[in-house]
Each structure stands twice: as structure tokens, then as C-alpha cells.
């Protein structure tokens, strides 16, 4: 197993509202993202004319975000069985996953630079939620995912007119691949390449305030790049900087045990590991070797109090039961770990207080086979 252990520079710049306020993003080290934005208080935070991210653009580093695909707003339900618990229902965005809202943002903001070609890797989500925005700017996107993708995910990427290049047996091979083969006059997107992904997904932050007129206790986020904890927790952060709240919740990272990079940099003291081998996971978004915006996860949960959860297979597989029997939520396998994490954690996530936010970041309608398959195969 290796390590870094050398202290990490995070580059923290303040933009305006426009993408020509930007200083030229660093280029991160290694594909880490280390690059954290700091946008002006604004005179109003939420527009009730707008629709989606929109709702949010006077803290939106692009001009305008020309139109809404129905991103956002999804619901905030309380759980069923605790009553202090809520679930953010990312599977209600338009391709069935929170990267509907990287997506609006970061195609808006291509749209504005002028891009025309964009290359991303992902395991799936990301480059169908791309592909699908990017279809309606004319934007082409090429997206590099692995081998084993799960059929549907890379069936929509082509359904909705993006190019699907299988690489590598993993995500990290993906996006080595295209990190050391991006196309010439092509713009890379990948999170930890392309840091803005994360002002589309601070949007969950703002909404969570929103919804319950104040911020939540505690978050449960899974992470595979760790992109999604970092954003949110960015979200906070901001309305904390703003003077609308004072705290920030404290942000639980939510791997899958042995393929937790960011748990274990966590755990040590340290801000990045890679890890060299990882159990197989039907996790497919969240199994990691190697966590591409682990540092500012690993900053999030450190600057929250947070920490981590690490989960296996066979809890996800509880933890999918339970969302499904209990809370009539159809997470995505990997999105099903923070049932998972709650169920087997629930005393000491609640002894940090009394809101608790479960994000259930994707659907599982793109996963009915592999879900199938895992539930009958264990008898559940
Ligand atoms: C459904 C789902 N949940 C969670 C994640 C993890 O997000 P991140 O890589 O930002 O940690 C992904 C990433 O693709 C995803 O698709």
C-alpha cells in the first residue's frame, strides 16, 4: 500500500459571477483536485424566477446558466421509521443521479468558454449526465469508462449521443487513460481534473438549508472521487461565510470497506492513499483505489468533525433492503451504502445531533439486473 504524506497546497482563489472573473484554475497536481473557489456574498442567494441550479446562479461562477433540464429541487422525504432522519433524493434528477447538477453547471460553463470537444472519464453516471446535457448545447462529449460499466449506463451514454470508449478494468484506469490520451482541442471534465463540477453540487447544501430552514447535523455522503462530500460540504461552508448559519455539519464519507481511500488517508492523519489492491464491489460509482478529490473530502470531513464509514457488500445489501421495504426509496447499489452506514451506525451518528441527512445520490432503475441478481443471490 502506498501513501502520500507530504502536505498538500490547496489553491483558494475568489471569483465573481462570470467565467471571464476566473483566473486560469491551476492544473492539479497529479489529477487532484486541490482547487477550492470562493465566490462573494451575494445581494440575493436564491431567484424564485429561475428553475434547477439556476434557483442559485448570483453564486454560480458562470454568466448564465441558459436553461434548466429539471436538475435540483428534488425532495427532501423524512424517513419513515427515524423520525430525525431525511433523505435528499438525488434519483430524482433528470438522468437519475446528483450529477445532473455538475452537469448543467459545468455544460454552461463549456458553453460560455467557447469548448466545443469534452472528454471525461467516469464510471457511468457522469458521462451520461454529461452526454445528455451536453446534447443540447451541441457540446460533443467523448467518455471513457470501464470495461465491466454496467450495460444500461453505457447504453444511455450512447442513447444520448455521446461516445462510449471502453478503457481499463476500473475507474482510475479510465481516467489515467484519458489524464495521459486526452484528444487534441479537447477540454477535460473529469472530476479531480476539472474542480468547477463542484459549484453545481454545492447546490445540495444550499437546498438542504433551504428545505429545513437551518443546516442539518450530519451528512452521509458516499464517496468514490469524493467530490460529491466536497462539494456539499463547500455549500456549507459558504452559507456559514455568508453569515446565514453559523455551523456546518458534520460530513460522513461513506466508502466500501478495503476500497476507502479517503476513509483510510482520513484515518492516518494523511490527506491522499492509494491503495494497491481493492475487493471486487458491486459498487461500481463508489469502489476506489485511489479517490481523486480525496484531499478536499479528507479537508471536509477533518473541517466538520466528520468522519468515516466503511461498508461492505453484503450491509449495502441490508442497507438496500431497508430503503427499498422501509423508506420506499429505489437507491442505486452504491448509493444504498448510506443506508447501510446509518443502519449500522446509528448511535454514534446520532450522538452528533439531531438532523441527519442521508444523500441517496442515484436511482436504481439503471441497475434492476444487478440488484436483482444481488438480492436473490443472498436470499434477501
Ligand atoms: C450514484 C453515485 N453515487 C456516488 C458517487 C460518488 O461521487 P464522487 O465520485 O463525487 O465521490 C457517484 C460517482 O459517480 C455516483 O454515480
Same mark, same amino acid.
Given at each position: 500500500?502506498?501513501?502520500?504524506?507530504?502536505?498538500?497546497?490547496?489553491?483558494?482563489?475568489?471569483?465573481?459571477?462570470?467565467?471571464?472573473?476566473?483566473?486560469?484554475?491551476?492544473?492539479?497536481?497529479?489529477?487532484?483536485?486541490?482547487?477550492?473557489?470562493?465566490?462573494?456574498?451575494?445581494?440575493?442567494?436564491?431567484?424564485?424566477?429561475?428553475?434547477?441550479?439556476?434557483?442559485?446562479?448570483?453564486?454560480?461562477?458562470?454568466?448564465?446558466?441558459?436553461?434548466?433540464?429539471?436538475?435540483?429541487?428534488?425532495?427532501?422525504?423524512?424517513?419513515?421509521?427515524?423520525?430525525?432522519?431525511?433523505?435528499?433524493?438525488?434519483?430524482?434528477?433528470?438522468?437519475?443521479?446528483?450529477?445532473?447538477?455538475?452537469?448543467?453547471?459545468?455544460?454552461?460553463?463549456?458553453?460560455?468558454?467557447g469548448?466545443?470537444?469534452?472528454?471525461? !472519464?467516469?464510471? +457511468?453516471?457522469?458521462? @451520461?449526465?454529461?452526454?445528455?446535457?451536453?446534447?443540447?448545447?451541441?457540446?460533443?462529449?467523448?467518455?471513457?469508462?470501464?470495461?465491466?460499466?454496467?450495460?444500461?449506463?453505457?447504453?444511455?451514454?450512447?442513447?444520448?449521443?455521446?461516445?462510449?470508449?471502453?478503457?481499463?478494468?476500473?475507474?482510475?484506469?479510465?481516467?489515467?487513460?484519458?489524464l495521459?490520451?486526452?484528444?487534441?482541442?479537447?477540454?477535460?471534465?473529469?472530476? +479531480?481534473?476539472?474542480?468547477?463540477?463542484?459549484?453545481?453540487?454545492?447546490?445540495?447544501?444550499?437546498?438542504?438549508?433551504e428545505?429545513?430552514g437551518?443546516?442539518?447535523?450530519?451528512? @452521509?455522503?458516499?464517496?468514490?472521487n469524493?467530490?460529491a @462530500? !466536497?462539494?456539499?460540504?463547500?455549500?456549507?461552508?459558504?452559507?456559514?461565510?455568508?453569515?446565514?448559519?453559523?455551523?456546518?455539519?458534520?460530513?460522513?464519507?461513506?466508502?466500501? !470497506?478495503?476500497?476507502?481511500?479517503?476513509?483510510?488517508?482520513?484515518?492516518?492523519?494523511?490527506?491522499?492513499?492509494?491503495?494497491?489492491?481493492v475487493?471486487?464491489?458491486?459498487?461500481?460509482?463508489?469502489?476506489?483505489?485511489e479517490?481523486?478529490?480525496?484531499?478536499?473530502?479528507?479537508?471536509?470531513?477533518?473541517?466538520?468533525?466528520?468522519?468515516?464509514?466503511?461498508?461492505?457488500?453484503?450491509?449495502?445489501?441490508?442497507?438496500?433492503?431497508?430503503?427499498?421495504?422501509?423508506?420506499?426509496?429505489?437507491?442505486?447499489?452504491?448509493?444504498?451504502?448510506?443506508?447501510?452506514?446509518?443502519?449500522?451506525?446509528?448511535?454514534?451518528?446520532?450522538?452528533?445531533?439531531?438532523?441527519?441527512?442521508?444523500?441517496?445520490?442515484?436511482?436504481?432503475?439503471?441497475?434492476?439486473?444487478?440488484?436483482n441478481?444481488?438480492?436473490?443471490?443472498?436470499?434477501?
Amino acid at each position: 500500500m502506498a501513501s502520500e504524506r507530504d502536505s498538500i497546497e490547496f489553491e483558494e482563489l475568489t471569483t465573481g459571477s462570470r467565467s471571464s472573473d476566473i483566473r486560469k484554475l491551476p492544473v492539479p497536481r497529479k489529477g487532484y483536485d486541490t482547487c477550492i473557489l470562493h465566490m462573494p456574498k451575494p445581494k440575493v442567494l436564491l431567484s424564485a424566477k429561475k428553475q434547477g441550479i439556476a434557483r442559485y446562479a448570483s453564486v454560480l461562477p458562470v454568466g448564465e446558466i441558459p436553461f434548466s433540464l429539471g436538475e435540483g429541487e428534488t425532495p427532501l422525504t423524512q424517513s419513515k421509521v427515524f423520525p430525525d432522519v431525511f433523505i435528499k433524493n438525488e434519483a430524482m434528477n433528470p438522468t437519475g443521479s446528483f450529477k445532473d447538477r455538475e452537469s448543467a453547471f459545468a455544460l454552461a460553463y463549456a458553453k460560455e468558454q467557447g469548448w466545443k470537444d469534452l472528454a471525461m !472519464a467516469s464510471s +457511468g453516471n457522469a458521462a @451520461l449526465s454529461g452526454a445528455f446535457y451536453a446534447r443540447m448545447y451541441g457540446i460533443r462529449m467523448t467518455c471513457y469508462i470501464p470495461k465491466d460499466t454496467s450495460k444500461t449506463k453505457s447504453q444511455m451514454i450512447e442513447l444520448f449521443g455521446g461516445y462510449a470508449h471502453k478503457v481499463g478494468t476500473n475507474y482510475e484506469e479510465s481516467y489515467h487513460y484519458l489524464l495521459d490520451h486526452l484528444p487534441s482541442g479537447s477540454v477535460n471534465i473529469t472530476s +479531480g481534473v476539472f474542480s468547477l463540477r463542484c459549484e453545481g453540487a454545492k447546490t445540495i447544501a444550499y437546498e438542504l438549508w433551504e428545505d429545513l430552514g437551518e443546516v442539518p447535523d450530519v451528512v @452521509l455522503c458516499p464517496a468514490g472521487n469524493g467530490s460529491a @462530500l !466536497a462539494s456539499i460540504y463547500h455549500g456549507f461552508f459558504e452559507l456559514r461565510q455568508w453569515g446565514f448559519t453559523d455551523k456546518i455539519p458534520a460530513m460522513v464519507c461513506v466508502q466500501i !470497506a478495503g476500497a476507502d481511500p479517503i476513509n483510510q488517508a482520513f484515518d492516518r492523519g494523511e490527506w491522499i492513499t492509494v491503495l494497491d489492491d481493492v475487493p471486487a464491489s458491486e459498487c461500481e460509482a463508489i469502489v476506489a483505489k485511489e479517490s481523486f478529490c480525496s484531499a478536499k473530502a479528507v479537508n471536509a470531513m477533518r473541517q466538520s468533525g466528520g468522519f468515516g464509514i466503511s461498508v461492505t457488500d453484503d450491509q449495502v445489501i441490508d442497507g438496500l433492503r431497508f430503503a427499498i421495504d422501509r423508506e420506499g426509496i429505489f437507491p442505486e447499489f452504491s448509493s444504498a451504502s448510506v443506508f447501510a452506514a446509518f443502519l449500522e451506525h446509528t448511535d454514534k451518528i446520532k450522538s452528533f445531533g439531531e438532523k441527519i441527512v442521508l444523500i441517496n445520490t442515484g436511482s436504481g432503475l439503471k441497475e434492476i439486473d444487478l440488484i436483482n441478481k444481488a438480492l436473490q443471490s443472498s436470499g434477501r
